[in-house]
């Protein structure tokens, strides 16, 4: 059977990829004295939460040979074909580990990618490389789901980031205490939205915090191919748009794009 695997530099979520049969390897995250395992012992907004609250610049390092062995392991145990999509190399050593690991695990049916890129673009190339695997594709023909997967890696992404607390004005709880009013009625909480949702293009991301300052999404396409990328964002309850705008970019040559108030 082909099985996949990626790392937490992936825009999987540990219970996704349990989900679809994925091996998830994370990479580890530092703030000050204290080390987690990425996406197991703290998520994504924990991460950020962290960032946006404490004076602590945070470190990464890549998952040990060790972590991509017990995958490796198990995949030969069973017989299985183990497909790896990695974080790119050129930001990461994980691709290095994970090199290591096959070395150490003396068998054939590992296939690792520098999939040249992280986050989203990764995601994509996974779900189409499961999609092949289901369409009764092997890693034995002559269009491979390894070669396949390989050129959608040779793609380009543009990350695009929303500074949606710019955008939006963020959010504060206000509290009218009990000690200014005339009456003796109890103090009572004004509430309103607490966060958006954002679509890029086609892709959407639900649920997004308004104190996000760096919400990000990755676009996936041909170098040189041109893209007009429109960031609109809405209120999750009444679905009024609260932000809508375009950028022109062009795949190899734009990297990154920031929306912003």
Known sequence: MIKFMVD??????????????IAFVPLSITFDN?????????????????????????????????????????????????????LSGGISGTYQSANIAKDMAEYDGIHLIDSKTAVYAIKIMVDYGMQLRDEGKTVDEGTT???????????????????????TGGYTETTEKADNKTDNTAATTTNVSKTVNIKVNGETRTGVSKNESNCTVSLNGKDGQSETVTVTITDPNSGSTIYSSSQPATFGTTNTLTFTK
């Open 8 to 21: 937490s530099g992936s825009d999987y979520d540990v219970n996704e990829a349990k989900e679809k049969g």
């Open 34 to 86: 204290d080390t987690y395992k990425d996406g197991i012992e703290i998520s994504r907004s924990e991460f950020y939460k962290r960032m946006r609250e404490e004076d602590i610049f945070p470190k990464t390092a890549q998952p040990s040979p060790q972590a991509f062995l017990d995958v490796f392991e198990e995949a030969k145990a069973n017989g299985d074909q183990i497909i790896g999509v990695m």
């Open 145 to 167: 789901v390894t070669l396949t997967v390989n050129k959608v890696a040779e793609n380009k992404t543009i990350t695009i980031s929303v500074n949606v607390k710019a955008i």
